[in-house]
T-cell receptor, first 112, second 112 residues
Framework: DAGVIQSPRHEVTEMGQEVTLRCKPI?????LFWYRQTMMRGLELLIY????????DSGMPEDRFSAKMPNASFSTLKIQPSEPRDSAVYFC??????????FGNGTRLTVT | AQSVTQLDSQVPVFEEAPVELRCNYS??????LFWYVQYPNQGLQLLLK??????LVESINGFEAEFNKSQTSFHLRKPSVHISDTAEYFC??????????FGTGTSLTVIP
């Protein structure tokens, strides 16, 4: 099992540019989560999918953020336009119901 | 709604000394309880979990946690820490809807 795979590992972009983060969950898992981690706010849940359907997106900061899960093996988190305050480490995690979360190694985003 | 409180943001401890990282939660429903560990530049990894049964759970590297329902606590302990235990530790709960709630984390630093 390759685990949760996130790409890219690092992303540096200029303010105003579009950023797309990618995630491949563990095969067979039916839930997928996007988290953001910063020193100031810690670990924040952005959005949660169950069986490819968004269940809770109340953590998405604003309309500049969007997430999709077109199929069970792929999800994207898009920021358009990006701002310096979006700089953080973004984690994707997947799970089976009633099981623990398996995290990817994260994408470190820097917006200059 | 569920919430998790980690009372200590930073815990320095000398090598081979015992350590306790505190975690309290609040919930109106039955929950599962977890401790995750995060090493630098990595995602969170499951350390141990309580789903049901014995209230004392152990990890393979010597950590243990005890579920105390009356005190709504799930404190993490290790009788003798090693340098390699230096990391960030997160307490989490999940509810029947498979929503995960994380504490703000405790940074454990083991001093040689």
């Amino acid at each position: 099992d390759a685990g949760v795979i996130q790409s890219p590992r690092h992303e540096v972009t200029e303010m105003g540019q579009e950023v797309t983060l990618r995630c491949k969950p563990i095969s067979g898992h039916n839930s997928l989560f996007w988290y953001r981690q910063t020193m100031m706010r810690g670990l924040e849940l952005l959005i949660y999918f169950n069986n490819n359907v968004p269940i809770d997106d109340s953590g998405m900061p604003e309309d500049r953020f969007s997430a999709k899960m077109p199929n069970a093996s792929f999800s994207t988190l898009k920021i358009q336009p990006s701002e310096p305050r979006d700089s953080a480490v973004y984690f994707c995690a997947s799970s089976l119901s009633d099981s623990n979360l398996h995290f990817g190694n994260g994408t470190r985003l820097t917006v200059t | 709604a569920q919430s998790v409180t980690q009372l200590d943001s930073q815990v320095p401890v000398f090598e081979e000394a015992p350590v306790e990282l505190r975690c309290n939660y609040s919930s109106s429903v039955s929950v599962y309880l977890f401790w995750y560990v995060q090493y630098p530049n990595q995602g969170l990894q499951l350390l141990l979990k309580y789903l049901s049964g014995s209230t004392l759970v152990e990890s393979i590297n010597g950590f243990e946690a005890e579920f105390n329902k009356s005190q709504t606590s799930f404190h993490l302990r290790k009788p003798s820490v090693h340098i390699s235990d230096t990391a960030e530790y997160f307490c989490a709960v999940s509810d029947p809807g498979n929503q995960f709630y994380f504490g703000t984390g405790t940074s454990l630093t083991v001093i040689p």
